[in-house]
């Protein structure tokens, strides 16, 4: 079973930018399309963004165009690249993979002024 570790969420002004990292625990990370999620309070948790095992991409919904999620393989590492950070971003942050494992702590955002 993989095990997640995310970090570099915080406060952010709305225009702003952060870097998400998540770390994967095994030597089997390079095998499984990884996911970035978010949940906002009072919602479901959902997809933001996908990277397959050979580095193609793909983003759902409003994050298209602010959002870069890329992984490093040899760290076992994704990351997600966000920018023009908007308060509707304000969520915790969650990576698993496809198929999930267990689900990590996360990553609290908040955008605000």
């Known amino acids: 079973q993989v095990q997640f570790a995310e970090s570099g969420g915080g406060l952010v002004q709305p225009g702003g930018s952060l870097r998400l990292s998540c770390v994967a625990s095994g030597s089997i990370f390079r095998i499984y399309a990884m996911k970035w999620y978010r949940q906002a309070p009072g919602k479901e948790r959902e997809v933001d963004a996908v990277?397959?095992?050979?580095?193609?991409?793909n983003y759902i919904g409003a994050v298209k165009g602010r959002f870069t999620i890329s992984r490093d393989n040899a760290k076992n590492t994704v990351y997600l690249q966000m920018n023009s950070l908007k308060p509707e971003d304000t969520a915790v942050y969650y990576c698993?993979?496809?198929?999930?494992?267990?689900w990590g702590q996360g990553t609290q955002v908040t955008v605000s002024s």
């Open positions: 698993n993979a496809d198929p999930p494992s267990e």
């Open positions: 990277i397959t095992t050979g580095g193609m991409t």
